[in-house]
Structure formats: C-alpha cells, structure tokens
C-alpha cells in the first residue's frame, strides 16, 4: 500500500515539477542566457522531404519531416530530474531526523551476540542465526 501511495504521489509531483521547471526556472534562465530556450533547441540531422535544412522551432522542424536531435529537450529533462532528487533528498533527510531516538529513551533494540544483527529488545531467539539469547532483560 505504501508502494502504491508513493507511486501516486510521484506522479503528482512529477507533474508539478514540469511545471515548475517550465514556467518558473527556465524563463529567469532564458533571461540571463538572451532569451535562450533550451525546449527549441535542437540540431537537423536529415533535411526535410523538400530540402530545407534550416527551422526556427522544433515543431517547425518536425511538421516539415526532418529528423532532429533534440538536446535541449534533454537539458530540460535533467533539469526536472534534478529538482525532484534534491526534493526527495530533503524529504527523506527531513524524516530520518523526524524518527531518530530522544536521547535518553530506552532501546528497543540489542545485538545478538552470535551474527550481531539487530533484533528486538525482548527476543528470547535471534530469528537471524536462531540462537537462544536466553532471558529477555527485565522492563524497569
């Protein structure tokens, strides 16, 4: 379930990133570069059916039949790519420190002394290597 939430959520926020990278980042970028569009650049690999090599846009390019090489379309994508990962980074951090342990608090967790993997505190048998860790410490 928390899989399918997240994919859900993913999407969403997919959507909302194109847009924010499409209508808020990349006019202020296009400003600074003189009007620079990175969405309409591309390079003509083969010419048009009627030879014409030369196109201001690339829907231009593309009704006319020329094959393109659409980087700026790429550098775009990376862009998008970029905001969600560092999105997602501090998310993720934001929650980490959210479940970190009170100082203090008591553990819930021990080592077996055999594989040393984490179990919980009142495991009787490491569920890991199944040894018997004996009696559980007593709750104070």
């Known amino acids: 379930m928390d ?7 993913g999407a969403a926020f997919g959507g909302i990133v194109s847009s924010l990278v499409k209508d808020i980042i990349m006019p202020p970028i296009g400003l600074i570069t003189g009007g620079l569009d990175f969405t309409n650049k591309f390079i003509v690999l083969k010419s048009a059916k009627d030879g014409t090599t030369s196109f201001d846009t690339l829907d231009a390019a593309t009704k006319a039949g020329a ?3 659409n980087y700026g379309n790429f550098i775009t994508l990376i862009i998008n ?3 969600v990962a560092i999105s997602i980074f501090l998310v993720v951090r934001m929650l980490n420190r959210m479940k ?3 100082p203090g608090a008591p553990p819930v967790a021990k080592d077996c002394p055999i594989c040393t993997m984490s179990i919980p505190i009142n ?4 569920p890991h290597c199944t040894s018997e860790l004996g009696a559980a410490p007593a709750r104070a």
Do not use: D, E, M, Q
């Open 123 to 126: 495991a009787k048998r490491c």
């Open 67 to 69: 094959v393109t090489w």
């Open 100 to 102: 970190k342990p009170k």
């Open 3 to 9: 899989l399918a939430i997240g994919v859900i959520i």
């Open 81 to 83: 790519f970029l905001i």
